[in-house]
Structure formats: C-alpha cells, structure tokens
C-alpha cells in the first residue's frame, strides 16, 4: 500500500485486538493487516515457512508489528522479535507493565521501541509512524529501563565519550565530531577507542561505523 504504514498486532488478548481494530481504523495513513495469537500463526499465514528457511521470496507481515511482550504459548520474547526482525517488519513492543529487565532484553533482541498498554492513540500512532520511518519509538519507560541499566553487556560511558560516540555514529567525521567537542582529532580518536574496548570487553564489539550506530540504536543512547 504505497504511502501507508501497515500494521500488524500479535496479541493474544481478543479484547485487545478488538480494540486495535477500532482504533485503528480511522486514522489516515496506517492499515492494520493482520492479527494473530502468536507470531508463528502470524508468519504462516503471510506464507513464511516454519524453520524460517528459504521458500522464494516473501512479503513482511507488516510494515510494523505490534507485539504483546509476554505470550501464552511460552514463546520467549526475543525469539518473537528475532523471528519478525528477519522478515523485514519492525517491532514495536506492547506489555501491560513497565519489566525493566525485559525492556533491556526487548531492546537488545532489536526491538524499536516499547510502550506500555496504558498509553493513548496519539502516543502508538506516534510510536508506529517514527518505528516505520527507521527510527526508535521513545518512551518514559523505555527511557527509565535504559537510564537504571546495569547489566555487564552494557557498558558504562563518560558524558565526553557518548558525546564522540553520538556524533561520529550518526554520520559525522571524526574531525567535524571533535570540532564540534572543542577538542583535537587525537583525543577524539582516543575516545572513540576507549568506546569501542568498552564494547568489546562486554562481549558486543563494534569495529566499524555501522556498529556503532546499531549500539547506538541498541542501548537508546539517542535519548528522547
């Protein structure tokens, strides 16, 4: 559908999934296509196979896929988002509570974004037009579990060393990026390396521009 946003909603809760039809269906520029109970009945009836192996090309479910973060089949949630991740759809997760650990663990499966079931219409038509348009869905609660994370894979920057790492991840030179820091190409490029051990001693190494934008990306370093 050119220049609509499709969506999908994997939900368990038929009240819920009710209640995204109808409020969905009024606004302008966003389809909800499909819904289902668990992502495999999601993904089969969009035609992809079961294990995930090749079968010709095939469609994303959705531009968007709304995914309630806790299953009753037992699915674990980062195997959903994995599972939609590679169909090409983005994921937005849903959940009646703000989990902090899951909320890191949602993020880090490659999740866009996070919002409680509490918010309003404005709030998820938001969250889905930013996701769909490549970038993160920010939130209170995704922005609180971020701010309190501890977790050893995360590792813990200097205010000086994120400012090096924002701006050289999103696009600028490491020259503009120590201009714009007031400091020397040098000391810039020391930061950026103090980043990049810091990442690798925790296991998720980033050695090229790209992966450091997806660590960006993975941790909300962005902010709001």
Not at 71 to 85: E, K, T, Y
Not at 169 to 179: E, I, P
Not at 181 to 209: F, M, N, Q, S
Request: net charge neutral; glycine share 8%.
């Amino acid at each position: 559908m050119a220049g609509v946003i499709t969506v999908a909603v994997v939900d368990d809760d038929r009240m819920l999934v009710d209640g995204m039809r109808a409020w969905l269906a009024p606004v302008p520029g966003l389809a909800l296509v499909a819904t289902a109970a668990t992502v495999g009945e999601l993904l089969s009836a969009a035609g992809h196979p079961p294990s995930g192996g090749a079968a010709g090309p095939v469609p994303a479910p959705a531009d968007v896929v709304l995914l309630d973060l806790v299953l009753r089949d037992g699915s674990a949630p980062a195997d959903n988002i994995r599972r939609l991740l590679r169909t090409g759809s983005r994921v937005l997760v849903i959940s009646t509570v703000p989990d902090r650990p899951r909320i890191i663990d949602a993020v880090r499966a490659g999740a866009d974004g996070y919002l409680t079931k509490d918010n309003d219409l404005p709030t998820l038509v938001a969250a889905i037009e930013d996701i769909a348009a490549g970038h993160g869905a920010h939130s209170p609660e995704l922005a609180f579990a971020c701010a309190h994370d501890t977790g050893p894979e995360r590792p813990r920057l200097s205010p000086r060393e994120r400012q090096i790492l924002l701006d050289y991840a999103s696009g600028m030179t490491l020259k503009s990026a120590a201009r714009r820091a007031g400091i020397t190409v040098h000391t810039a490029k020391d930061y950026l390396d103090r980043v990049k051990a810091k990442y690798r001693e925790a296991g998720r190494p980033a050695y090229t521009k790209i992966d450091l934008a997806h660590r960006v990306r993975e941790d909300s370093l962005e902010g709001p």
